[in-house]
T-cell receptor, first 112, second 115 residues
């Protein structure tokens, strides 16, 4: 079945610097790739998503890129701020049963 | 969007007892999902609940341990039965509107501690 690997498990960056989190997926039929942010004690919330018919999507300081050939996608956060500190999860879906296959998560730490 | 009310937010239970978690959605949704999340870990899907049919369980989860009800398109319950300390975790319900690959929304979670 589908498998999603996420790296790194922990990422510490200086405030104002950029952060990049990478995910790879195994099922070439995957066509939807969301990213979720989960703050401590809170529920996961969608921050950005991308479908397989586009290669890149931006929303202010956040961008996601998709390489279908290599079967990987990445989250880019620029000009990081303290409120970006959280756990970020990538996911992939083929659309079957509307299920999301989740990555293991990345704890992002923004150092002041 | 969908707003999900999940109850209880937390509970401390004695081993051997059962706890039922409720999720109420503010709109009709096709798919509801129940997840378990250990602290610092990813989301593990327990089962998918569709209205009018039996829930579909993932490997490692069985109906006798985690019975699910889905009486209508806005409500579902998950019961954690015959609890042991290993069941201590955060349980989350999630919904999808059912349109192809749309955003998943989550309840606020139930933090369960079994003593």
């Amino acid at each position: 079945g589908e498998n999603v690997e996420q790296h790194p498990s922990t990422l510490s960056v200086q405030e104002g610097d950029s952060a990049v989190i990478k995910c790879t997926y195994s099922d070439s039929a995957s066509n939807y790739f969301p990213w979720y942010k989960q703050e401590l004690g809170k529920r996961p919330q969608l921050i950005i998503d991308i479908r397989s018919n586009v290669g890149e999507k931006k929303d202010q300081r956040i961008a996601v890129t998709l390489n279908k050939t290599a079967k990987h996608f990445s989250l880019h956060i620029t000009e990081t701020q303290p409120e970006d500190s959280a756990v970020y999860f990538c996911a992939a879906s083929t659309g079957r049963n509307y299920q999301l296959i989740w990555g293991a998560g990345t704890k992002l730490i923004i150092k002041p | 969007s969908a707003v999900i009310s999940q109850k209880p937010s937390r509970d401390i239970c004695q081993r051997g007892t059962s706890l039922t978690i409720q999720c109420q959605v503010d709109s009709q949704v096709t798919m509801m999902f129940w997840y378990r999340q250990q602290p610092g870990q990813s989301l593990t899907l327990i089962a998918t609940a569709n209205q009018g049919s039996e829930a579909t369980y993932e490997s490692g989860f069985v109906i006798d341990k985690f019975p699910i009800s889905r009486p209508n398109l806005t409500f579902s319950t998950l019961t954690v039965s015959n609890m042991s300390p290993e069941d201590s975790s955060i349980y989350l319900c999630s919904v999808s509107s059912g349109t192809w690959n749309t955003e998943a929304f989550f309840g606020q979670g139930t933090r369960l501690t079994v003593v």
